[in-house]
T-cell receptor, first 113, second 117 residues
Framework: AQSVAQPEDQVNVAEGNPLTVKCTYSVSGNPYLFWYVQYPNRGLQFLLKYITGDNLVKGSYGFEAEFNKSQTSFHLKKPSALVSDSALYFCAVRGGATNKLIFGTGTLLAVQP | EAQVTQNPRYLITVTGKKLTVTCSQNMNHEYMSWYRQDPGLGLRQIYYSMNVEVTDKGDVPEGYKVSRKEKRNFPLILESPSPNQTSLYFC????????????????FGAGTRLSVL
């Protein structure tokens, strides 16, 4: 069965420092991987996706993610964190032909000024 | 503006009182889905629809109903709500068949926070 794990409930980082939010996955076949962000009282917003191609994927708001097949990981990264990046981040994998997204439990990113 | 609209945003009700949460999208998407979000569990799919008049169960369908009579609308119905259905609900849509570069991206509504007393 397909699954996604986000091992950290919360990540704390100082503004200006690089950030990483971790995600590992388990799928049969080629993975379709996604990162979404949820700001308070808002819906989920798409950040980036990996379908095929380059292992380093660039997305919105300066975020990027690195697909690592051997480690089955898809970590979200940003070179320099902003206070406005503070939000809840979800990693997701598409579950087969139904187009269903299987989500991780989410990681709360807190960027301190 | 392309969007998924849910109503109401907030709802407090009592056990057993039927309710409907509406969802509408203006992107002509074939696929629509309902998720619920609970702390520590992430988002879990309730029901989905691949197109008009085609619906199917997700991972947690018990206690919910849906219908897809028109392409743009996908209401979520709770016939007899119970306290364990207190949650944050999201509707999403996508265009897996014709969306081009966006076809694998799901677009989410702002959410409906439901409390069942």
């Amino acid at each position: 069965a397909q699954s996604v794990a986000q091992p950290e409930d919360q990540v704390n980082v100082a503004e200006g420092n690089p950030l990483t939010v971790k995600c590992t996955y388990s799928v049969s076949g080629n993975p379709y991987l996604f990162w979404y962000v949820q700001y308070p009282n808002r819906g989920l917003q798409f950040l980036l996706k990996y379908i095929t191609g380059d292992n380093l994927v660039k997305g919105s708001y300066g975020f990027e993610a690195e697909f690592n097949k051997s480690q089955t990981s898809f970590h979200l990264k940003k070179p320099s964190a902003l206070v406005s990046d503070s939000a809840l981040y979800f990693c997701a994998v598409r579950g087969g032909a139904t187009n269903k997204l299987i989500f991780g439990t989410g990681t709360l990113l807190a960027v301190q000024p | 503006e392309a969007q998924v609209t849910q109503n109401p945003r907030y709802l407090i009700t009592v056990t057993g009182k039927k309710l409907t949460v509406t969802c509408s999208q203006n992107m002509n998407h074939e696929y629509m889905s309902w998720y619920r979000q609970d702390p520590g569990l992430g988002l879990r799919q309730i029901y989905y629809s691949m197109n008009v008049e085609v619906t199917d169960k997700g991972d947690v369908p018990e206690g919910y109903k849906v219908s897809r009579k028109e392409k743009r609308n996908f209401p979520l119905i709770l016939e007899s709500p119970s306290p364990n259905q207190t949650s944050l609900y999201f509707c999403a849509s996508s265009s897996p068949l014709t969306g081009g570069s966006t076809k694998n991206i799901q677009y989410f509504g702002a959410g409906t926070r439901l409390s069942v007393l």
